[in-house]
């Protein structure tokens, strides 16, 4: 019954979007497999507003704000900690991608190893670039010479991982440098993370999930101040991308990092208990039974070639369109 | 009211003898005139429906031959696409028949001899091509499910 009504909904906005029936049918398909920002119409006027291009390139100082005020922003949320930061040296990057990118440069000759479930990017990258990666579903499998990624709330769920601080501690106890990936941590709640653990070799976070604006790649990364790449390089000489320096501050200097969870949570949770789906920490994420299979990641799955994995995999389902349609949303809950 | 275009292609005169059509639908006549590259007019329809487009001016004088009877020249055209409520039938418009004095040629888009193009189909036109291709190609077992689903929004919408 619920899925009926997810279907039902979805042929709405969609076709409330001016598609046709054949886009429309594609369209479901895909509709509810998503990860992206929601649409937020106070946002996407201000971002209207954005700084103009050749003032953004001009201004010398504007990376060296945006990083000192993404700091103390992501400080201030008041549903979520991380307590520790100031013990790493942020630089901007190209969305958290650039600081994957940087993660595996800078470890070339660890066996990369992922959760199950983790962000597929990682696993497209190793296996076509022929490196050393597994999938692990316990910490106990990570050994000296191995590196890993970890998402916090964790990718295949928007949940917390369960075991942070051991898995933690067992990173520092046999030396593996772990990437914390955050880019959900603006759009959750409930997610208390503790730096504190010398296997923190990088923290990275993104706008893309939370305002909309994925493409101008806007990311921040945290390192060890005695770490260098060339990344860090290009921060340290001033040389870093300053148009998503620009939008990012000025999307930020209006919307505090909570802002997301603040507006739509109430919502959130109307829509997951009426689609009887669990609710998670992310707001935009929630786990839908069996039922759901065709509208998880698998088809994303299959487009990567790893068709062989989605079993494995939750049926993550993405309320992001839900949650931009609040009015029409709203009929649909009291129907 | 169904919204309906024809489109032709390869309109060949002779002289100044244009070719000229009768399209009816369900044995009313919707149009009268001369064949254009598009012709656009509305009917009511049916569940069921049968359209024809009557090759109505040609006579024998207008195909002429050389010595060796080879066709030199000719009044004739062809059906390009139908499009019936700004849905295009695509490869469904060869579900058709042509009838004319000597017989009936099935699939038969080319208006030579004077005849009738028929073609039968259904309204709501998009369910109609939603199953048949269904029943042609056993592919699509969620068509109607699918269709229901965008029916129902289609009229939630428009009833706002």
Request: with cysteine; aromatic share 10%; net charge neutral.
């Given at each position: 019954m619920s899925l009926i009504l997810a279907k039902k909904i979805a042929w709405h906005i969609l076709l409330s979007q001016g598609l046709g029936f054949e886009e429309c049918r594609q369209a479901v398909k895909s509709f509810y497999s998503k990860s992206r920002a929601i649409n937020d119409g106070p946002v996407v006027d201000h971002l209207k507003k954005s700084p103009s291009v050749y003032n953004m390139m001009m201004d010398n100082s504007l990376i060296s704000k945006f990083q000192n005020s993404f700091t103390s922003w992501i400080q201030k949320n008041k549903f979520n900690t991380c307590s520790g930061l100031e013990l790493f040296e942020p630089d901007i990057s190209q969305g958290s991608t650039q600081s994957f990118d940087s993660f595996f440069l800078r470890h070339p000759d660890k066996k990369h190893k992922f959760f199950l479930g983790e962000y597929l990017y990682h696993i497209v990258v190793k296996k076509n670039l022929g490196q050393k990666w597994s999938f692990i579903l316990d910490h106990t499998e990570l050994s000296k010479g191995d590196a890993l990624i970890l998402s916090v709330p964790f990718?295949?769920?928007?949940?917390?991982?369960?075991?942070l601080d051991q898995i933690l501690t067992h990173c520092t106890e046999q030396k593996i440098p772990v990437l914390l990936d955050l880019s959900y941590y603006t759009i959750s709640h409930g997610i208390n993370i503790d730096l504190n653990f010398d296997c923190i070799d990088t923290v990275s976070f993104s706008l893309s999930k939370t305002f909309p604006v994925a493409y101008a790649r806007i990311g921040m990364r945290y390192t060890r101040k005695e770490s260098m790449d060339g990344q860090k390089l290009h921060s340290n000489i001033n040389y870093d991308n300053r148009i998503s320096a620009g939008i990012g501050l000025h999307v930020i200097e209006k919307f505090p990092s909570d802002y997301v969870v603040n507006k739509y949570l109430d919502l959130y949770h109307k829509v997951a208990a009426k689609l009887d789906l669990d609710a998670s920490q992310t707001m935009i994420f929630a786990d839908g039974t069996n039922d759901w299979s065709s509208y998880g990641r698998k088809e994303l799955l299959t487009a990567y070639g790893?068709?062989?994995?989605?079993?494995?995999?939750?049926?993550?389902?993405?309320l992001t369109e839900l949650l931009e349609n609040k009015q029409l949303i709203e009929e649909f809950l009291h129907d | 009211m169904t919204r309906f275009e024809f489109y032709f292609k390869n309109i060949n005169n002779i002289g100044a003898k244009i070719p000229q059509i009768e399209i009816r639908l369900n044995d009313s006549t919707i149009y009268t005139g001369q064949v254009k590259n598009q012709i656009v007019t509305e009917a009511m329809t049916m569940g069921q429906n049968k359209l024809e487009i009557a090759f109505v001016n040609k006579v024998n004088r207008d195909t002429i031959v050389n010595a060796h009877g080879d066709i030199v020249k000719d009044l004739n055209f062809e059906l390009d696409r139908v499009v019936i409520d700004h849905r295009d039938i695509e490869h469904l418009i060869w579900d058709s028949h042509y009838r004319h004095a000597g017989g009936k040629i099935d699939g038969c888009l080319f208006f030579g001899p004077l005849g009738s193009f028929i073609l039968e189909f259904e309204t709501p036109v998009l369910k109609w091509m939603l199953k048949t291709n269904h029943e042609k190609n056993n592919n699509d077992p969620e068509w109607e499910e699918d269709y229901n689903y965008y029916t129902e929004a289609w009229n939630k919408i428009h009833k706002k």
């Open positions: 990718c295949d769920t928007g949940n917390a991982p369960k075991q790893l068709e062989d994995d989605s079993k494995f995999y939750k049926n993550r389902i993405c | -």
